[in-house]
């Protein structure tokens, strides 16, 4: 029950984030992107903000023996640097910077903008898809600890 709370509670903070910040806007989004015509640098300021709290949150974690609402921490692998991390990374950025959205901010512009949220969602989900279809492992797949 607490595991959901706390999700939920962060969740809600994260979305209200992005509304705050002006991160649900597509335009200003690209004008972030955008370095050589009308650049919006009020972006940046949000992603530096938002570093302060997260490095706060590490050194707080690395004193933890466990989370508060779960067994152990879930920590990401420190895999090499692959060509199909980089190309996904790629196709990230390509696709924020055409649609001025990404998942986090599309799925939090459901309250503000449902067309543009419905759109973007859409064809992220076929992304998906293809993805799906073009990667399917030879092996069993290490299962994602939720």
Do not use: E
Not at 49 to 62: K, T, V
Not at 75 to 82: A, E, Q, Y
Not at 134 to 142: C, F, I, K, Y
Request: charged share 10%; hydrophobic share 55%; net charge neutral.
């Amino acid at each position: 029950m607490m595991r959901g709370v706390i999700g939920l509670v962060s969740g809600l903070l994260f979305g209200a984030g992005l509304a705050v910040s002006g991160m649900l806007d597509p335009v200003r989004v690209r004008s972030f992107l955008d370095l050589f015509n009308a650049w919006d640098p009020t972006l940046a300021f949000v992603m530096g903000g938002a570093m302060i709290p997260m490095a706060i949150a590490w050194l707080i974690q690395r004193r933890m023996a466990a989370p508060v609402a779960d067994a152990g921490f879930h920590l990401p692998d420190t895999d090499p640097i692959t060509p199909r991390l980089l190309g996904g990374s790629a196709l990230f950025g390509i696709g924020w910077g055409l649609g001025g959205l990404c998942p986090g901010p599309a799925l939090a512009a459901f309250a503000i903008n449902p067309p543009a949220a419905v759109v973007f969602t859409a064809a992220m989900a076929v992304g998906f898809a293809i993805v799906w279809a073009l990667d399917r492992p030879s092996g069993p797949r290490t299962p994602v600890h939720a």
